[in-house]
């Protein structure tokens, strides 16, 4: 079996995925620091190992996915104390939104989802081990409580990761500086604190781990080192994932490396800047689903390689309502994905028959599907190249549509109708088995239909009971020929972004997104 390359940050270069342990991979996924909400680029960063997972998992592969929550965190602690409530009630708070914003956005629950908070014993191991083995020390501060640094420059492969000399780096965002430090690269393992401060007791009094070292005792403790994948943004490189593969591979050298593949995902950027809390430039997953389908939403991050940045716009209506163009236009074409696939099942519906001589127009849409499989899983297994395998799944879709189109067209000719029905079974299962990796596509069309209408009514101000009103009114005019007065009342609910369908049995509605 040929398995996935992807493009391994470490080495700078893509490599196949060799499973350290025969039929089994170890994804470990740097989750969120639960201090608030999530914001769009979040959703970005769960979504690539839940590629990489969901392909895995159709190989036949066994995946132990793991993805922290990061409970424990000076921003926490700070946000805590600025609403009035105690550290750990907040990130619980916000860690149960982020699970159901990411499960919304149709990413699969990781096998093992650890918290800092809950793995105090893992991190006092490998820290008194780093201590033993003189790779960290302990620094007593003036106010009787006890640091502990890991030491730098004591782990001379220390920046290949990030591909920084030592002597020419500085201590970055997240790493201390203090005066009580043996060199400023050290980085803190363990922060002393007093009694009426957050903290938990550990060997060295009490106080609370450091923000590196929780992802090496939690990814060790549910993988073992070295396990196979370990991935999280760019941003992450350095210093939290230099500062991990130190850590670890100081502590355990003769199980070295931590991780074979390093995996980074892009970031998505708001006018050409990265989305972060930080620069107050960032939009909630909760404002996406307000305003789009998480379907669309997720269309729109697959758009672009994980690896590449993704620009997220913001544009804002006549009316003041804040609108995203990109993830309007992905929603667009769910609808018609969505609409192909109800298409198709309707053609299952009415009959399916293989008639003794294969109607020769049908050929392209029956070779069609396989062709769409292959050149979607071959984009996937290639670094997770979703562009490609959603141009091989637009294609699907929009032979879909044609063979609809087509079996209409023919709907007298019983022979071929039911030879349409078994190509469009064909077509179908090509589509639910690129979906199901592309994690597309979870609803059914009338489950998609029926959320979509009822949000896109909301946002307007409009009422089903009210557009079905004049649709009957119209459906009455016209059968009383006032043809003007049946045009007319079209045009109104047109303006109004409503669609009319004449059909056989009537008149239904859509409302465009």
Same mark, same amino acid.
């Given at each position: ?153 004591? /782990? ?11 002597? +020419? ?103 050409? +800047? ?22 669309? /939403?997720?269309? /729109? ?22 609108? /995203? ?5 992905? +929603? ?182």
């Amino acid at each position: 079996m040929t398995l996935p390359s992807l493009y391994n940050t470490l080495s700078r270069k893509l490599e196949p995925i060799v499973p350290i342990r025969p039929g089994e991979v170890g994804v470990y996924c740097c989750g969120p620091t639960v201090y608030d909400v999530p914001h769009a680029g979040h959703a970005r960063s769960a979504l690539a190992p839940d590629l990489l997972v969901r392909r895995l998992r159709a190989l036949g592969l066994r995946v132990k996915y793991v993805r922290n929550i990061t409970d424990v965190d000076d921003k926490i602690l700070e946000r805590a104390a600025k609403n009035g409530e105690e550290p750990l009630d907040l990130s619980r708070r916000m860690a149960d939104v982020y699970q159901e914003q990411v499960r919304k956005a149709g990413c699969l629950a990781p096998d093992h989802e650890p918290r800092v908070s809950e793995h105090l014993p893992q991190i006092h191991a490998i820290v008194k081990t780093l201590i033993e083995r003189e790779a960290a020390y302990v620094v007593d501060m003036p106010e009787g409580v006890r640091d502990v640094y890991f030491s730098v420059r004591n /782990f001379a492969p220390y920046g290949k990761l990030s591909r920084r000399r030592i002597d +020419e780096l500085v201590a970055g965002a997240r790493v201390e500086t203090s005066a009580h430090k043996r060199d400023p690269l050290d980085f803190a393992l363990w922060k002393g604190a007093e009694a009426d401060e957050w903290g938990w007791e550990s060997p060295w009094g009490r106080g609370r781990p450091g923000w590196h070292i929780e992802c090496s005792a939690m990814c060790t403790h549910y993988l073992g080192q070295p396990f196979d994948v370990h991935s999280g943004g760019m941003d992450l490189i350095f210093p939290h994932h230099e500062n991990e593969i130190a850590q670890s591979e100081a502590a355990y050298p003769d199980q070295a490396p931590l991780a074979n593949i390093w995996m980074h995902n892009g970031f998505l950027n708001v006018d050409k +800047e990265k989305m972060s809390k930080s620069l107050g430039n960032f939009v909630t997953v909760t404002d996406v689903f307000e305003r789009n389908d998480p379907e669309a /939403f997720r269309l /729109f991050l697959l758009s672009a390689h994980y690896r590449g940045p993704i620009q997220f716009e913001t544009d804002k209506l006549a009316d003041g309502r804040v609108v /995203f163009p990109g993830v309007d236009e992905a +929603e667009r074409r769910a609808d018609h994905a969505f609409a192909a696939v109800s298409r198709l099942e309707g053609m299952v519906a009415v009959g399916v028959t293989a008639p003794a001589k294969f109607p020769p127009e049908l050929a392209p849409y029956r070779d069609a599907g396989a062709r769409a499989v292959s050149q979607a899983e071959a984009a996937l297994d290639d670094d997770l190249n979703t562009p490609v395998a959603l141009a091989a799944l637009s294609e699907l879709t929009k032979l879909g549509h044609e063979l609809a189109d087509l079996a209409q067209k023919r709907r007298k000719d019983a022979a071929f109708v039911g030879a349409a029905g078994t190509t469009a079974v064909g077509l179908l299962a090509s589509i639910q088995r690129i979906v199901g990796q592309l994690g597309l596509m979870q609803a059914t069309p009338e489950e998609y239909k029926a959320r979509t209408r009822e949000r896109r009514l909301r946002l307007r101000g409009l009422s089903a009971d009210a557009i079905d009103a004049k649709v009957g009114e119209r459906s009455e005019a016209r059968k009383n020929k006032d043809f003007t007065r049946g045009d007319a009342l079209r045009d109104e609910l047109a303006a109004l972004g409503i669609t009319l369908n004449d059909g056989a049995t009537g008149t239904s509605w859509s409302i465009e997104q």
